[in-house]
Structure formats: C-alpha cells, structure tokens
C-alpha cells in the first residue's frame, strides 16, 4: 500500500464546464510528474425520454420530444414527426417538407449564432486569459458592443423565422405528424424574406472577420480535438449539404468515401452505441471499425467534410476556401466554428431559395392517416449533427419503445480525446491556472455540446477542478 | 445604484426557459446596465455565490444534485423564482415518475445499447425516486407558469422585481403557455 502512496498520481476536476448548454464535468488524471495522464468528460443528468414516453400515443410525440431541448426544439419535433410519418405511412405533401425544412434552417441559424456569438465569441474578442467575470456575452456587449449586438440580432432573426411559421419561438405546436397544421400566407413569407439580407450580412460580417483572427488562435487550431476520425452525417442524393432529408455518407479523415447513399432507416447497421461507467452520455462508434476505432465526428466540421458542395452561391464559394484549410477532411476541432458560420450563410441562402420557390404557399400540407406501421424512424441534421428517433407503437398507436441517438452522443469519443489533446498541451500539474482550463472548456464549446440534448436519458454536465491523491484525498481545488 | 445580483440556474430541464430568457434580445443588453448575472450557463461563475438578489429557477428536482443546489440557491438568494412548468409542477420531467429509476436507467443503458451494457455509477449523480416541483423543497417567492413563459413575461417579471414589486402575473402567463 505504501508503494500506491508513493506515486503520488492527481486528477483535476473542472466542474462545472460553463458556457455550454448544459451541466458537465472534466476530471484530468496527473501522473507523478505533473503530466496530463488521461482526462474524462462527463454528463451528470439523466432526464429518460426513452421511457417517460411508453403508454403515450404516438401522435403526442412531436410536441413531447421537442422538451427534450430549448435550444433546438425544432430539431427533435422535426425527427419526432418524422418518425411519426413512418408511422402513418405515408408519404407527406411536398410543400410540408419544403416548410419543415425552413423551419429546421431557421434554427440552425438561431443555434449556431448562440453558440459562435453569445457563448464563444467571448474567448475570441477578450481572450482565452482574460477575466473570466468579464468573459461572457454581458463583458462582450461593454467591449465590443457592435459584435454582442448582431449576436443577438441574428439569433432573434431566426427565432422571429420560426414564431412567423409555427406560432411561437420556443416548443411550437405546428410541425405534426403527416405535415404541418397551417399552410405558409403570402404575407408571412414576404415578412421572412425581407429579413434574411440583414442576416446574410451579420453572417457574412462575422466569418470575414474570424478568418482574419484565426491566425491568433495557431495554438489551439492545432489543439483543439485535431486528430484523424471518421465524419458522418446525411447528405442529398447529389452530394449536398441537407439537414432534412438525405442519406448517410461516412468519410475518414483523409477525405475519402467510407460508405455512401445509407438509407437512415439502417442506422442501426452503421451506429453502436456504447456505455461507460462515469457518464449518463452513451458513446456512440461507426459500428463496421468497432469501438474505439469507430470514433467519428458529426456536426458542422463533419457535415462540411462529406458534402460535395453546399448548394447555395456564397456558401459554395465559402466552403471551397474552407476545404483548402486541410489537405484530407477538415480535423482540428477549432474548426467548428468556422463551420458553424459557413452553415449560417447557407441556412440564409436555402431559406430564400425556398421560400422564392411559388410551390412553398400551397395549402396542401398535411396527410391523414391512422396506424399503420408498428415502427418508425426519424432521422435530421440537427445544429449539432444527426438525430435519430426511433419509435415502436402498438395497435392503438401507443409507444412501447423509443430510441433516440442525439447530436451530442456522436460526438462524445472525440469531445473526451480532445478534452485530452488540449489537457495534455496546456496543462502542466504544478501549478493550475484559469486560462488552461479555460481552453480545456473551450475545446468543448468548439464541439457546442447540447447537454439539454444529451439529458434526454443522459446527464447533465459540469467542470471544477481538483487535484487528487490517488487514494481520492483533495489536494488541490479550483472554482470559479 | 448598485446593479442587482441575478442568478439564474437550470435543474431537470430543457433549457428552453433560459432560452427564452434569451429571447429578450436588446432588451437583454438594455437589462445589462442594471443588473450583474452573478451566476447562470451563460457566465464563467463556477460556484454559486453569496448574496443573489433574485434567483430565477428552471426546472423539476430530478436528482440528489439538483436538491443539494436548491437548498444552496435558497439560502443564498433574497428572492426565488419558479421560472417555467418544470419548476412550477415538475411538468415534463414528471412523466417519468410512474416508471421505476431502474426501469429508467434499464431502457437507455441496457435494452438500448450495443457495447458494455450498464447504468453509470461513477461520477454521476443519483435520480431521486421521482422529479418534484421546486416549491416542495424550498419555499418559492415568485411562481412563473409557461413552457416556457414568454420573453415578455420574464421581462416583466424582472422588470418588477427591479423595481422592487412583487409581479401579478394573472393575466400574463399561464400553465403549457
Ligand atoms: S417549462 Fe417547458 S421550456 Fe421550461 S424547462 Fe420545462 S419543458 Fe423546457
């Protein structure tokens, strides 16, 4: 036992991660000479989604699964219906795709502007050292107040978007299952149209301006969870960026095709999903290369690594420049938010093409039907990655089961190799200091984890810091 | 005038209600002038601190952590308020209170997994035999129905508090709002 004492190994524990949606951890295990020996990510809530919703008619779920998360409500109501159709069986009216689809962009714009402006861009504009009492959103208004503004403007834009569709901003009810419950009115089309140049401009402002800061940012892009894995998400049937529909393409890290045109309805073919011991998220794996081989990445960075192209002008054009970043797929992490503003332009662009499109005002969008499948699955781009929702009913239409892989889950094995990549580079375990595990937070925020998201039957997440003995005694603490 | 100290703290729920907080948009940075968000996901404030001036709540007590926090909030805030239906009536997270935890934890790690089978233990807090509305744990000063109640409404809400009113929210919001 003395020989245990003797090497006298420590654990940091950042606890909570703030600036992230939701409750997380960081523990960071020394060895005996200081040295980051191995660090862990854990989500600490479970909320059971996959049970609370046995016994309820399935036609109940879309509005259910959208509590899942406030963040990207629509996401899950979106994948919900979805699953909803399967069971109907039926094939839904065009237009109700076309108006899903721009409500589901809509959010993405709302989403990945909270994440870049609202949570990140405070280590961007007052840096990853500065005072973390001064180092939010509310720091950022005082210190650049034209940037905290257009944050906010642009997320409102996509927040006003979807009050316009679907009545209200948070938890709409108008996504059901076969359709949606309301055609689009002329007006309110016009109303939406007329937004979105003010939005392309803040979007396009915002990443001419973040290209010009990257270079400060050498350390962490190369960092950063910058490693080779497997990217996965959906894309159209010509290789295009597409959040709604699409099939499953999987590429590695060299850039090149691994699988292609998946149908969704397989997932299970291709995802496995694994549990560990110390977190309520699950740790999902591309099932062919095992676990953990099978680690992969999906989200913004992967969805700009398998797409061909984007389908929008500026977005195109924006993506080419971007994919010249990496010689194979895009890898460092950092990246995300790059990404994440590129996704913006092209949700912006999508948006109008469709709703310029004269079939977007027809009043047929919704199809009827009863139950006449005993299965259904959904499956979406969310901000964050693909969602997959997965419903069983019986033959009153009642959940018997549900599954659900959320964005999040995907991006778990990475989410904890990076929080070690960045440990390892910055933290030295003489001495703990605030910036280090700063970055250690922030290579999270770059991954955007939706924690409300990874609760559904998972955890909450937090970070504290403590240096451990390895019997467990306290030698060190650090709180914010 | 010293600004107002605001907390804001999210238990088991969706986080829509802080999102909804958010939905304040300008009025959010106007807001900025006069009050100082001491504690909230939005802020690097890793601990709760001592003397919050008004606390506003999010979510059902699903946890043994979320109880500990709750007791912490209360005793450190001057004023608590119940921001939504999950803190108001355990609303959503509620629906698992008919199931049994292991029955909870089964579905999602056992029946649904493919690899290492098994409910976490390490590092993760425990599930409390059922989610509860704040109000049984601790007493509440300002209760705000809505899923999620409106921006308006939080304003409001806020905007009376600062003012050092009690807010009558009768015919703002109301429950599913
Ligand atoms: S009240 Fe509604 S919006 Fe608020 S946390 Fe609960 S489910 Fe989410």
Redesign the pocket.
């Known amino acids: 036992m003395a020989k245990r004492k003797a090497m006298s190994k420590q654990t940091l524990v950042i606890n909570p991660v703030t600036r992230i949606e939701g409750h997380g951890k960081v523990t960071i295990q020394l060895d005996e000479q200081g040295k980051v020996a191995d660090a862990r990510f854990h989500v600490t809530q479970i909320r059971g989604f996959e049970k609370l919703c046995e016994g309820r008619p399935f036609y109940e779920m879309p509005s259910l699964m959208a509590?899942i998360c406030?963040i990207c409500p629509v996401s899950h109501l979106v994948a919900s219906a979805k699953a909803c159709d399967a069971i109907l069986a039926t094939r839904i009216p065009t237009t109700a795709v076309k108006l899903r689809t721009v409500l589901n962009l809509a959010q993405l714009v709302q989403s990945h502007a909270l994440s870049f402006f609202h949570l990140s861009s405070p280590d961007f504009l007052l840096g990853m050292d500065s005072d973390p009492a001064r180092r939010n959103i509310f720091g950022l208004a005082e210190a650049h107040p034209k940037m905290a503004r257009d944050g906010v403007r642009l997320r409102q834009i996509g927040q006003q978007i979807i009050e316009k569709l679907a009545g209200k901003r948070?938890?709409p009810a108008w996504v059901v299952a076969g359709g949606v419950n309301e055609p689009l009115a002329v007006e309110t089309r016009d109303q939406i149209l007329a937004v979105l140049p003010e939005a392309l401009q803040i979007a396009t402002g915002a990443l001419d301006w973040f290209k010009t800061v990257l270079d400060q940012f050498r350390e962490e892009i190369r960092t950063f969870a910058n490693f080779p894995t497997y990217f996965l998400g959906l894309v159209s049937p010509t290789g295009e960026l597409e959040h709604y529909n699409g099939f499953f393409r999987v590429v590695d890290s060299r850039g090149n095709i691994v699988a292609d045109k998946l149908d969704v309805l397989n997932y299970a073919d291709i995802i496995g999903e694994a549990c560990e011991p110390d977190s309520y998220l699950k740790s999902p794996y591309y099932k062919p290369r095992g676990y953990p081989e099978g680690i992969y990445r999906v989200g913004p960075l992967a969805r700009l690594n398998i797409a061909d192209r984007c389908g929008t002008p500026r977005a195109d054009q924006e993506w080419a420049e971007f994919r010249e970043l990496d010689r194979g797929a895009v890898l460092s992490s950092f990246y995300y938010h790059y990404a994440r503003l590129i996704e913006i332009i092209y949700g912006i662009e999508r948006m109008e093409q469709l709703l310029q499109a004269p079939d977007i005002l027809s009043k047929h969008v919704r199809a009827f039907a009863g139950t006449n499948n005993p299965e259904g699955i959904g499956v979406t781009e969310a901000p964050r990655g693909t969602l997959i929702h997965h419903y069983k009913v019986d033959d009153n239409g009642l959940i018997v089961w549900a599954n659900m892989i959320i964005a999040t889950g995907h991006n778990n094995l990475a989410l904890n190799r990076g929080v070690l990549q960045v440990a390892k580079h910055f933290i030295n375990g003489t001495k703990i200091e605030e910036g280090m595990l700063n970055r250690v937070e922030a290579v999270v925020r770059a991954f955007d984890p939706c924690l409300s998201c990874s609760t559904h039957a998972l955890g909450q997440m937090a970070l504290q810091v403590q240096l451990l003995a390895p019997d467990g005694e306290v030698l060190d603490e650090l709180r914010r | 005038m010293s600004k107002a100290r605001v907390a804001t703290l999210w238990l088991d729920?969706?986080?829509?209600?802080h999102?909804?907080l958010l939905d304040m948009d300008e009025r959010l940075l106007e807001l900025a002038g006069k009050i100082e968000m001491v504690f909230s996901p939005l802020v690097d404030q890793k601990e709760f601190p001592e003397n919050v001036d008004v606390a506003l709540v999010?979510?059902a007590v699903s946890s043994d952590e979320d109880l500990e926090k709750i007791l912490k909030v209360r005793a450190r805030s001057k004023l608590l308020v119940s921001?939504?239906?999950?803190?108001v009536t355990a609303?959503?997270?509620s629906m698992r209170n008919p199931f049994k935890v292991k029955d909870v934890l089964d579905r999602a790690y056992i029946e649904n997994a493919t690899l290492n089978p098994g409910a976490p233990v390490d590092a993760v807090p425990t599930l409390r035999p059922q989610a509860r509305p704040i109000h049984e744990f601790v007493n509440v000063d300002v209760f705000v129905p809505?899923?999620?109640p409106s921006a308006d409404t939080i304003y409001f809400v806020l905007a009376e508090i600062l003012e050092g009113r009690v807010p009558d929210l009768g015919a703002k919001t109301r429950f599913g709002a």
């Open positions: 509590r406030g948070i938890h | 729920g969706c986080s829509g209600c999102m909804s999010e979510g921001l939504g239906d999950c803190a609303n959503i997270p809505g899923c999620p």
